[in-house]
């Protein structure tokens, strides 16, 4: 059974820092393109970050020189750190695992940026 499991959410003010972790179970993670996804109310869901197999890496402009994503093969886990958070980064965060066609939601955790 695969299950792909979201930590780290929560309530955080603007220009301060969260660090998710999804940890991944049931998978080869080694061999898995893994990616971050955020969704807000009433808007699409969209990718905010992505790191393959191979640790090649990319971000959504909105994001970049502000987020890091990085995985940890032996512990089964893909993170990203969040610093300098805006109110616009508010929204529920989904971690994805992808190898050719087969693709893996976790359920999301939510990250609000509110004074």
């Known amino acids: 059974q695969v299950q792909l499991v979201e930590s780290g959410g929560g309530l955080v003010q603007p220009g301060g820092s969260l660090r998710l972790s999804c940890a991944a179970s049931?998978?080869?993670?080694?061999?898995?393109?893994m990616g971050w996804y955020r969704q807000a109310p009433g808007k699409q869901r969209e990718l905010v970050a992505s790191?393959?197999?191979?640790?090649?890496?990319n971000y959504a402009d909105s994001v970049a020189g502000r987020f890091t994503i990085s995985r940890d093969n032996a512990k089964n886990t893909v993170y990203l750190q969040m610093n300098s958070l805006k109110p616009e980064d508010t929204a529920v965060y989904y971690c994805?695992?992808?190898?050719?066609?087969?693709?893996?939601w976790g359920q999301g955790t939510q990250v609000t940026v509110s004074s």
């Open positions: 994805r695992a992808t190898w050719i066609a087969t693709a893996y």
């Open positions: 049931g998978i080869i993670f080694r061999a898995y393109h």
């Open positions: 790191i393959t197999s191979g640790s090649s890496i």
